[in-house]
C-alpha cells in the first residue's frame, strides 16, 4: 500500500513539473478529489485503519490507484469543508453529503456521499455536523465515474474529537454471570459480516448515553445507546428494542440518560458499518438500575426477595425460581425438578380437554410485578387435563417440574412440569397428587427450536428426535425462520413441511400461529395435511386423525398477501398410543 501511495506521489510530482512550463500543454485532467499541485496539500498518510487513518490525500491515492476493495470499510480522517444541502440539510433520510480536505484551505477533497451521522445516526439537525468539523469517517471508497468517493452508508465514528467507536478494555461472556461490557460487544458485533445476526442472544451491560426515540403509540420500542461510561464515546446502538421483562414501552420517561442496563437479544452489524441489536422487539432490557422484572404487560420492576430452595419442605417463590433459571445458558433446560409455589397472577392459556395443559404467571402476591412463567405445564397428578376445576387468578398453587432460559425468557419447561398442590381462590380444595416423570408422549417445538437466524430459509432439522423436512414446492418464496413476533416459520403459498416420528405414530399435530396488526397469518383457512384432517379456530390449527409416523403440512392458499402466508409459533404433537 505504501508502495503504492510513494507512487502516486511521484506521478503528483511529475505532473508538477509539466505544469511548470507555460508551452507544455496539460497531458490530462485531474479527476475530482485529486491534489491540484500548484496548490500543495498534506502528504498521503494513513493505513486506512481505525488507529492509523488515511488522510484525504492517502484515500484518493488510493482510489486513484484502483487496488482496493470495494466491499471493505476504510477510515479516512479529515475536516469538513462544505455540506450539500440541495436535498435539504438536514432532509428526511437522514443522511447528508459532504466533502472533506486535509485542510480547511486545502484544494484537496472527497465527496462523502449521503453518509450518516456520529456513531451511524440520522442527521436530524444543522448541530449534527458543521463545516470546520474534524471528522474520521468509516466507509467503503468509489471511483464514480471519475468522482473520488466514500460511497453511500458510511458514518462518522470521530468528531472533534469524540469517538463512537470504544476504546476501553473488552470484558465478560455474553452471560447473565458474566455479561459483555460494551468494548466487548462492539469488538465481537464488528466482526461479523455485514446484516449476519449473533448465533445466540448476548448479556450486554453498559450506561445509556444518548436516547434517540421511544415509541409508545404502536410498537412499544425504543432507539438508544449505550456505553460503558456513560458519555457517547464508544456506544453500541439498541435499536427498536422493548423494556423491562420483554414488555412494551408505555411512557418516554421509562428511560433516562445515565441508567445502567443489562440489554439481552441478539446483535447484528448492520451494512458490516453499524453494531446494533437485531430490530422489531428481539431485544428488551433485562435489568434496569440492578432490578429485573419478571414478565407481564403492566411494568414494574422487582422489590421482593427471593426465597426457598426448591424442595418440597421450602419451595422457590418466583424470584427464587426466577434466580434459579437465570443460571442457566440460553437455552437450557435444568436437570432436576424443582418446587415453586405462588399465586397465579394472570392466565395466559387455562387447561382444556383438547391440551391438557395450561400457561400462566405466578407471583408472591398475585399481582403483575415480579412473575414467573408457568409454561404448558400438566394437570394434578402429572396428567393432562380431562375433566374438572379449571385455573383461577388468585389461586394458590405449587409447581413440581424443570426450568428452563428459553432465549432469555425464564419459564417452566415446556410439559415437563406440573401441579403439585392447587388451592382454590376463597379456600376450596383444588387437590393434591405426586406423580412420576412427564410421560413425554407428547412434545411441543417452537419456531426458535428449528432455527434461530433471523430472515434464514429453513430446510430440513431433527428436533427432540422429530425431523422437518420443508420444500418451496411450486411458491415464490421458500419457507423463512423470523424472530419477529418471538419467533415464526413463515410459509407462503405452495410450502410445505414434512415431519417425520421415525418409528412413532403421530395422532394429531396442534399449530399456534401467529396475528399482527389485525391480519391473521393462518393461510387463509386453506392450509392441509396429508394423511388426516385440518380444521383451524382463531389461530389455531388440528390437524387430527392422523395416524402414521410422516405427514406433509401444506399451505394450500392461491396468489400472494399476508393473510395467505401460514406463520407457525408452535407446533403440539401428540402420538398415538
Known amino acids: 500500500m505504501k508502495k503504492l501511495i510513494y507512487s502516486m506521489l511521484a506521478l503528483a510530482t511529475i505532473a508538477f513539473g509539466f505544469c511548470s512550463c507555460e508551452d507544455v500543454p496539460m497531458p490530462y485532467g485531474y479527476p475530482q478529489g485529486s491534489t491540484d499541485p500548484t496548490n500543495p496539500d498534506l502528504p498521503a498518510e494513513g493505513e486506512g485503519t481505525l488507529e492509523s487513518p488515511y488522510n484525504v490525500a492517502a484515500a484518493n491515492a488510493v482510489i486513484a490507484g484502483g487496488d482496493f476493495d470495494p466491499e471493505k470499510q476504510f477510515y479516512i480522517k479529515g475536516i469538513v469543508t462544505s455540506i450539500d444541502e440541495t436535498d435539504g440539510f438536514p432532509n428526511s433520510f437522514g443522511n447528508v453529503t459532504y466533502n472533506i480536505s486535509d485542510k480547511a484551505d486545502a ?34 471508497l468509489i471511483n464514480y465515474s ?81 456505553s460503558d461510561d456513560g458519555t457517547e464515546n464508544g456506544q453500541i446502538l439498541i435499536f427498536q428494542s422493548y423494556y423491562l421483562g420483554n414488555v412494551k414501552f408505555t411512557s418516554a420517561d421509562q ?41 407481564g404487560e403492566t411494568g414494574g420492576t422487582t422489590t421482593g426477595e427471593a426465597k426457598g430452595d426448591g424442595t418440597k419442605n421450602n419451595p422457590y417463590n418466583a424470584l427464587g425460581a426466577k434466580a434459579f433459571a437465570s443460571k442457566l445458558e440460553s437455552g437450557q433446560t435444568s436437570t432436576e425438578e424443582v418446587y415453586i409455589k405462588g399465586k397465579i397472577s394472570s392466565i395466559k392459556y387455562n387447561f382444556s380437554a383438547e391440551f391438557g395443559t395450561a400457561t400462566f404467571n405466578i407471583s408472591d402476591d398475585g399481582k403483575a410485578a415480579n412473575e414467573f412463567i408457568i409454561y404448558s405445564t400438566l394437570y394434578l397428578n402429572n396428567e393432562k387435563y380431562t375433566t374438572g376445576d379449571l385455573l383461577s387468578v388468585g389461586d394458590d398453587v405449587v409447581i413440581l417440574g424443570k426450568v428452563t432460559n ?62 422437518f423436512s420443508f420444500s418451496k414446492g411450486s411458491g415464490a418464496n421458500a419457507p423463512k425462520y423470523y424472530t419477529a413476533g ?53 389461530l389455531t390449527y388440528t390437524f387430527s386423525e392422523i395416524n402414521a409416523a410422516k405427514v406433509t403440512i401444506t399451505d394450500a392458499a392461491e396468489g400472494t398477501g399476508q393473510p395467505k402466508q401460514l406463520r407457525i409459533k408452535s407446533m403440539q404433537i401428540t402420538f398415538a398410543k
Open 255 to 295: 428511560i433516562k440518560v445515565g441508567d445502567e442496563v443489562i440489554i439481552y437479544g441478539k446483535f447484528v452489524n448492520f451494512k458490516g458499518n453499524t453494531p446494533e441489536t437485531v430490530g422489531k422487539g428481539t431485544s428488551y432490557i433485562y435489568s434496569l438500575n440492578g432490578k429485573t422484572q419478571g414478565g
Open 486 to 538: 418471538g419467533g415464526t416459520i413463515r410459509m407462503y403459498p405452495s410450502n410445505s413441511v414434512t415431519i417425520n416420528a421415525g418409528s412413532k405414530k403421530i395422532a394429531k399435530i396442534v399449530v399456534e400461529c401467529d396475528a399482527y396488526n389485525g391480519v391473521n397469518y393462518t393461510a387463509e383457512g386453506k392450509a392441509t395435511c396429508s394423511p388426516g384432517k385440518a380444521t383451524l379456530n382463531n
Open 406 to 467: 428459553y432465549n432469555g425468557t425464564l419459564e417452566t419447561a415446556s410439559r415437563a412440569s406440573y401441579i403439585y398442590s392447587w388451592t382454590k381462590n376463597g379456600g376450596s380444595t383444588g387437590g393434591e397428587g405426586g406423580g412420576g416423570e412427564a410421560t413425554g408422549s407428547d412434545v411441543t417445538i417452537k419456531a426458535g427450536d428449528i432455527s434461530s437466524t433471523n430472515a434464514a430459509d429453513v430446510t430440513e432439522v431433527t428436533v427432540n428426535g422429530i425431523g
Open 107 to 140: 484544494s484537496n477533497k472527497l465527496l462523502v456521499y449521503r453518509g450518516m451521522g456520529f456513531g451511524g445516526a440520522k442527521v436530524n439537525s444543522t448541530d449534527d455536523l458543521k463545516v470546520g468539523d474534524e471528522v474520521v469517517v468509516m466507509g467503503k
Open 146 to 226: 471519475g468522482k473520488y468517493e466514500v460511497t453511500q452508508g458510511s458514518k462518522i465514528v470521530v468528531r472533534n474529537g469524540q469517538s463512537s467507536v470504544t476504546t476501553g478494555t473488552p470484558e465478560g461472556e455474553g452471560t447473565l454471570q458474566s455479561p459483555y461490557n460494551v468494548a466487548a460487544a462492539l469488538k465481537l458485533v464488528s466482526a461479523l459480516p455485514a446484516d449476519v445476526p449473533t448465533e445466540n442472544a448476548l448479556y450486554v451491560k453498559g450506561k445509556i448515553s444518548k436516547i434517540n426515540s421511544v415509541e409508545t403509540a404502536t410498537f412499544g420500542n425504543a432507539n438508544y445507546y449505550i
